[in-house]
Structure formats: C-alpha cells, structure tokens
C-alpha cells in the first residue's frame, strides 16, 4: 500500500488540511509543494512532493509550487539555471 503524503499546516494561513485536501479551504493555497515540472503529452514530468520549506525541486532541481506561487522565496534566485542566463 501507498504511503501517505505527510501533512503541513498551510503555509499562509497555518490551517491543517484534511487528507485528500489539495488546496487551503480558507485561504486557496496548494497544500503539497510540489515540483513544477507537470507531465504532457511528450514528458513524464516530476511532480514530486517536497518539503513545504523547498524552493526548488529535491528529486530533479525545477523550482517547487510554492516558489512559483510566490509563498516562498528561493535563497538564490534562479538558482538552477546557469548564471548567464539570470538577468535580474
């Protein structure tokens, strides 16, 4: 059998989700952080689920939900891309 997905207060408003939750009922917050990588058509994608702490991706380096969501900020911004490619 699957394991359970741990759960987190939600990261905005700290209100516990129930378990098939997938976002904040008062707030509208996704309540699991993770990947952005979602799969299509011609890729497999991630989607692995991170730690609500997670700025970018542990399984495969993409930035996380919550990032893109701006729920938390990366410590280095762009930080998987090469530093050429960073024009902030």
């Known amino acids: 059998m699957g394991e359970k997905p741990e759960l987190y207060p939600c990261i905005r408003c700290g209100r516990m989700p129930d378990e098939k939750d997938r976002y904040c009922i008062d707030c509208g917050a996704p309540v699991q952080n993770r990947c952005s ?3 299509g058509i011609l890729r497999k994608g991630c989607t692995f689920v991170n730690p609500p702490t997670a700025a970018y991706c542990a399984k495969c380096g993409e930035p996380t939900i919550y990032q893109l969501n701006g729920l938390i900020h990366p410590m280095y911004p762009g930080g998987n ?8």
């Open 37 to 39: 990588d979602e799969p």
């Open 81 to 88: 891309k090469p530093a050429f490619l960073n024009f902030n």
